[in-house]
């Protein structure tokens, strides 16, 4: 089975901090990644797609490095709301019916 | 009220029992998906369904069978549940339109433990 690897976590953070998550794919041909984020005992909820090099939205910015098939996450100033569970997805056809996720990574952010 | 409705939200059984867990959904989505997630684990496929006429079997089909009884209303069963299955089962939605977004809406879950 294809795995998405991510940094399980928990990373504890200040608010206002930077923070950035790592993600890792396997299959070399896939095109779309996702970000997906799960408050705790909740459904996931889509947070950003990335289908190129990148894509930004606010304080998110998901980054795509195909050569060394990484998907990174950054967030930039930190807020307590952001605290949730950050799934890494990796899609293997474009019908969307092969979406690999990742075990997750867990952000606390602490005032 | 939830786009996307499971029924039961928390169940609990015992083993041997057959149970059904039910997804209804008011986003007028032709896709439909059941999915498992577990602790240390990625969410995994079980079932998809395109349309009513559409049955798929995902990554983990073994042991569970589904229903998609109109475009609104796609039912998971475990005709004979086992403690391996107790698990957060997720149904969710997609739109045709947005097959490449690879965008899922999810319900609320169904938490299944099986004694």
């Known amino acids: 089975r294809k795995e998405v690897e991510q940094d399980p976590g928990p990373f504890n953070v200040p608010e206002g901090a930077t923070v950035a998550f790592n993600c890792t794919y396997s299959?070399?041909?896939?095109?779309?990644f996702f970000w997906y984020r799960q408050d705790c005992r909740k459904e996931p909820k889509l947070l950003m797609s990335?289908?190129?090099s990148g894509n930004e939205d606010g304080r998110f910015t998901a980054q795509l490095n195909r050569a060394s098939q990484y998907i990174s996450l950054l967030i930039r100033d930190s807020k307590l709301s952001d605290s949730a569970t950050y799934l890494c997805v990796e899609s293997l056809n474009q019908a969307g019916t092969a979406l690999i996720f990742g075990k997750g990574t867990t952000l606390s952010v602490s005032s | 009220d939830a786009d996307v409705t499971q029924t039961p939200r928390n169940r609990i059984t015992k083993t041997g029992k057959r149970i059904m867990l039910e997804c209804s959904q008011t986003?007028?989505?032709?896709?439909m998906y059941w999915y498992r997630q577990d602790p240390g684990l990625g969410l995994r496929l079980i079932y998809y369904?395109?349309?009513?006429?559409?049955?798929n079997k995902g990554e983990i089909s073994d042991g569970y069978s589904v229903s998609r009884q109109a475009q609104a209303k796609f039912s998971l069963s475990l005709e004979s549940a086992i403690p391996n299955q107790t698990a957060l089962y997720f149904c969710?939605?997609?739109?045709?339109?947005?097959?490449?977004?690879?965008?899922?809406?999810f319900g609320e879950g169904s938490r299944l433990t099986v004694l």
């Open positions: 369904s395109f349309d009513v006429k559409d049955i």
């Open positions: 986003k007028g989505h032709d896709r």
């Open positions: 990335v289908y190129s």
């Open positions: 299959n070399s041909a896939s095109q779309s």
């Open positions: 969710a939605t997609s739109d045709l339109g947005s097959q490449n977004t690879g965008e899922l809406f």
